[in-house]
């Protein structure tokens, strides 16, 4: 597609489970970066992909996050035993170069 | 500890006139500044950046003022239009050391302009 597309746009789950949010980058970039915006907060660095790799991780809050990106393209971010402090919208991005990122949607994310 | 500051949660303005919408920085180390837009329920969307080794870019009428002393930069849309109207974040990157991939946010000023 001509965007990042991310999905779902919005996840609803209880406190206690795992969930995976998914990223689609633009055909061809090669970087990747996920974001997380918690309410009446600007966007929060989590982790960035160069290829396949995870370059830099060092946003993750702790070891309940967890990024994959196995074929330097789709991207997953997975959250286990979710608290409701989890709760945000979860962003992601991508870019050619490390200039000129291309943000999603996002994928609201609510623990109940 | 707030690297990046939008001191101001809204701003609101007649169309036709100057949108000035302010941040400050505390790390003397960034050296690359964007703003983005964000409309509801969309990403935010990149709409003009800085280099430290400059003081002022304009694109059409966006115009961003960086004031490396002060550790001040500013963003001046005119003449603002209804359009736009969203959320504007402040950024900064380190670009030494390779790590100008990672982006600091501020927490956002909220431009309404009235028609």
């Known amino acids: 597609g001509a965007g990042v597309s991310q999905t779902p746009s919005n996840k609803v789950t209880e406190k206690g489970k795992y969930v995976e949010l998914r990223c689609d980058p633009i055909s061809g970039h090669t970087a990747l970066y996920w974001y997380r915006q918690s309410l009446g907060q600007g966007p929060e660095f989590l982790i960035y992909f160069q290829g396949t790799g995870a370059a830099d991780d060092s946003g993750l809050p702790n070891d309940r996050f967890f990024a994959v990106r196995p074929e330097g393209s789709v991207s997953t971010l997975k959250i286990q035993r979710t608290e409701r402090g989890d709760s945000a919208v979860y962003l992601c991005a991508s870019s050619l170069d490390t200039y000129g990122y291309t943000f999603g949607s996002g994928t609201r994310l609510t623990v109940v | 500890d707030q690297q990046v500051k939008q001191n101001s949660p809204s701003l609101s303005v007649q169309e036709g006139r100057i949108s000035i919408l302010n941040c400050d920085y505390t790390n003397s180390m960034f050296d690359y500044f964007l703003w983005y837009k964000k409309y509801p329920a969309e990403g935010p969307t990149f709409l003009i950046s800085i280099s430290s080794i400059k003081d002022k870019n304009e694109d059409g009428r966006f115009t961003v003022f960086l004031n490396k002393s002060a550790k001040h930069l500013s963003l001046h849309i005119v003449p603002s239009q209804p359009g736009d109207s969203a959320v504007y974040f402040c950024?900064?990157?380190?670009?030494?050391?390779?790590?100008?991939?990672?982006?600091?946010f501020g927490k956002g000023t909220l431009l309404t302009v009235n028609p």
């Open positions: 950024a900064a990157s380190v670009g030494a050391g390779g790590s100008n991939y990672k982006l600091t």
